[in-house]
């Protein structure tokens, strides 16, 4: 015993902070370590044998059986060479429970040492062991099969190539490319890495990951990036113009990878951009295409409700093409109408846009405008003005005296499902 008790004392001197997991029901656990154990389910076979010993590792000190732990861990542990640091803080989580168990078991005989018993139960390891949890979250989302396009996925032009889901709240990123059909189809789940503090990015140097709607806009690599950040590393484009509006600043958000020789890190670990393990990056990093590669950024992603999905498709698109008439349609006051209170584009404000179309309007004998290659993407996070989707689109215009063809970006708003939507920005972007 006092063996145990040593190894549970060193554990709480060179490992502060007690893994405090997001215990999971008794069915969950019995239907995960059914899975793991037949070792037939696609989400198992999947899984590498380090993974494999993890999850049961953490399903074993969740139902308070650190001995089964240890067993499997040692187990691992004969069999690989490789040396890995979170079967490594499991192993040290695992012998500390034991130190108490064994404690308690000897009840009256352990009454002198209950300073060391009380600095067992103060232990904290869950800042290392977070990972653990996630992980096996992500093995139960893969068993129950989260399925279905996301929500905020609502309509994709064939222009654009992939789109990169990065859910901080399950510490995941979901990636959709199209197959050799043409379709968009989920490619990958990854673990990912995203700021170490919660919530939404507002100011530089805050250590928070933006929420928001993005693209990657630059590779770096070889001598433009430092070791630390891996192999590669792909810029996206914050702050947008909706992160200005709401004066939010920072920069310098990227996907990256891990430190050489890094081969583990827990859920909330960056000064602010999204990480994933450098060969996991690697095979990434294929479906990036600048500027054709889109980021949705936010927390608890909503999969498979189709019909949701649609009727929110179609109260954008219908939104869009009520617009669309009412320009071409020389219908000044109701063209005005769908823009919001709080609207910009450029140095314009509500008021100053309205001058300037009633201006330019009035000098219109005819105007036909028409939308192609329609984008629309939810924003996963509800701002103040409510619900966002980004519309981004071909915008062709012409009139008895102009003519042009552009690349538009509107961003939308509403209060709630009963509100219209509302322009709240508009902006011109680059094919």
Known sequence: MNYIILCGLWVSIMLAP??????????????????????????????????????????????????????VLHSYANKSKNNDPLIDMLEAEAYRRSALLAVADAGEYAKQMQGKVQHLKDANLSQGLREADVRLNAFLDHLDAVAGMPLDILQVDKSIYSIFLVDKARSRMFVYARNANGVLARVADEYIVTGSQLGDKQASGDARTPDGVYRFVKRLQGKSLEARYGPVAFPIDYPNELDVLHHKNGYGIWMHGYAEGVGRRPPRDTKGCFALPNERLLAMSKYVKLGKSWVIVGENFEFGDEKKRQALQASVAQTLESWRKDWSALDTPSYLNFYHEKFHSGKRDLSAWKRYKQRVNAHKSFVDVGISNVTLIRDAKRWVEGEVVVAEFNQDYRSNNYQDSSRKRLYLARLDAQSPWRILIEESVKP
């Open 18 to 71: 007690a893994l405090q997991a997001a215990e999971l029901d008794t069915v969950s656990r019995v239907r995960a370590l059914q899975a793991l154990q037949e070792g037939t389910d696609p989400a198992v076979t999947s899984l590498a044998h380090a993974d494999i010993s993890l999850l049961k590792a953490t399903l074993a000190l969740q139902a308070g059986k650190p001995k089964q732990a240890l067993d």
